[in-house]
């Protein structure tokens, strides 16, 4: 209940101390039959009875502080129906502006425009896990033990991006763009402190934002029938400061990408017809991707009484090849491409995630540690317990891509 609806208790009249908002959640000293008020709360800031703030949360996690509900039986129909709402559906509008401007042999363009993202998993809801509520099979029933939230906004961005593109002489045109991006409604997981009747994870909307900004070189030198170069290099930075909670999902602090690519279209290339047949519409290219991982916190399973620190970001680099033949048929009214492409060459084992604790992509430390030998020795065969366990933590997800070999044939009119 909140201040503002409370005016007596057990009978007695209810003085606020004066800096309580009439919309502070009241907390009393028992469940059913409350005498006293022990305490408020706004948000994520707390206060004692007197109206002092908290500076930590030990004062109101005892067990005879408990909220003041409005319908105190938690197992009623009522209780269920009352806590769910309809979805309130949200509009986003998504602007795409360019200008572009020719000055000799300059061109000057600027851009802005919006992006979206609807939520994926984080907002399923599965209204079986609130019945692990307070049992511990609940970490294998859903993400890393943490309940999903099905009002969840969609992750929306503004960039906006400028540029100039130099041409020196008739094949060969410099290009340098700079981009500035806000992300906003980021997805994080934050610990709802002395939630009731249990403290729990969830996803949440942060309030704060993510800025991006990339710069990108490319230089394009081709001769007749688009034979010739193009070569780049871009490169972006991403500041995402979040206090508010304990994990942050996956940005990387730095991304760079270079990539060069050649292409022999005239077919002027051997002395023999099958070389020249082979060198026209040709391609080869590459192209270098790295990530420096950002160092965020990551709340690993509810053995962990504290949040722990990621290690120092680790450092992903992939490398990716494609060769790329077309051929045109019927007065060149068709073309068909076929395509091989090699992501991840050099088959480099490059980490999404990994455990705080280990550092490891494939442990969190659970099973070897002491402190938790007797509770898998409980489990009804504990060897097939860490068996299954092991395969739950070794997650697909906490790596990125290895070496993948793409044949293709593309049909263009």
């Given at each position: 209940?909140?201040?503002?609806?409370?005016?007596?208790?057990?009978?007695?009249?209810?003085?606020?101390?004066?800096?309580?908002?009439?919309?502070?959640?009241?907390?009393?000293?028992d469940l059913n039959n409350p005498t006293s008020i022990m305490g408020y709360r706004n948000g994520n800031i707390w206060y004692d009875y007197l109206g002092n703030r908290l500076s930590n949360y030990a004062y109101m996690s005892q067990p005879y502080v408990v909220p003041y509900l409005a319908n105190p039986d938690i197992y009623s129909p009522t209780f269920y129906s009352d806590n769910f709402k309809k979805y309130k559906t949200v509009y986003n509008i998504l602007p795409f502006i360019?200008?572009?401007?020719?000055?000799?042999?300059?061109?000057?363009?600027?851009?802005?425009?919006s992006n979206s993202q609807n939520p994926s998993y984080e907002s399923v809801f599965?209204?079986?896990?609130?019945?692990?509520?307070?049992?511990?099979?609940?970490?294998?029933?859903?993400?890393?033990?943490?309940?999903?939230?099905?009002?969840?906004?969609?992750?929306?961005?503004?960039t906006i991006e400028g540029g100039i593109y130099n041409y020196l002489g008739s094949n060969t045109k410099i290009g340098l763009?700079?981009?500035y991006a806000e992300t906003a409604n980021i997805i994080e997981i934050r610990k709802y402190i002395n939630a009731f009747p249990y403290e729990y994870y969830s996803f949440y909307n942060t309030p704060n934002i993510m800025v991006t900004h990339g710069l990108t070189l490319t230089v394009n030198s081709n001769k007749v029938f688009k034979t010739g170069f193009d070569i780049g290099v871009s490169a972006c930075v991403q500041q995402h400061v979040s206090n508010s909670?304990?994990?942050?999902?996956?940005?990387p602090d730095v991304i760079t990408k270079s990539w060069l690519a050649y292409t022999v279209d005239n077919g002027m290339h051997g002395n023999?017809?099958?070389?020249?047949?082979?060198?026209?519409?040709?391609?080869?290219?590459?192209?270098?991707h790295y990530r420096k991982m950002t160092t965020f916190t990551q709340?690993?399973?509810?053995?962990?009484?504290?949040?722990?620190?990621?290690?120092?970001?680790?450092?992903?680099?992939?490398?990716?090849?494609?060769?790329?033949?077309?051929?045109?048929?019927?007065?060149?009214?068709?073309?068909?491409?076929?395509?091989?492409?090699?992501?991840?060459?050099?088959?480099?084992?490059?980490?999404?995630?990994?455990?705080?604790?280990?550092?490891?992509?494939?442990?969190?430390?659970?099973?070897?540690?002491?402190?938790?030998?007797?509770?898998i020795n409980l489990q009804n065969n504990p060897e097939a317990y860490r068996n299954y366990y092991r395969m739950y933590v070794n997650n697909p997800?906490?790596?990125?891509?290895?070496?993948i070999l793409r044949i293709g044939i593309k049909v263009g009119f």
């Open positions: 209940r909140k201040a503002g609806d409370v005016t007596t208790l057990n009978g007695n009249a209810v003085s606020h101390p004066s800096n309580i908002g009439s919309s502070y959640a009241v907390y009393v000293n360019q200008l572009n401007y020719n000055f000799r042999k300059y061109l000057v363009y600027c851009s802005f425009y599965n209204p079986i896990n609130y019945g692990y509520f307070s049992n511990s099979t609940f970490l294998a029933s859903n993400y890393r033990g943490v309940f999903t939230n099905s009002a969840l906004k969609p992750t929306s961005s503004n763009s700079y981009k909670g304990i994990y942050n999902l996956y940005f023999t017809n099958f070389y020249k047949y082979f060198s026209k519409h040709f391609t080869l290219s590459m192209l270098l709340f690993l399973s509810s053995y962990y009484d504290n949040n722990l620190p990621m290690p120092a970001g680790k450092h992903n680099i992939n490398l990716n090849v494609s060769v790329q033949k077309s051929f045109y048929t019927y007065n060149k009214q068709y073309v068909i491409t076929t395509y091989i492409i090699i992501e991840n060459i050099l088959n480099t084992q490059n980490l999404m995630f990994y455990y705080a604790k280990t550092g490891n992509a494939s442990d969190d430390g659970y099973l070897a540690n002491a402190q938790n030998q007797s509770e997800y906490n790596y990125d891509i290895p070496r």
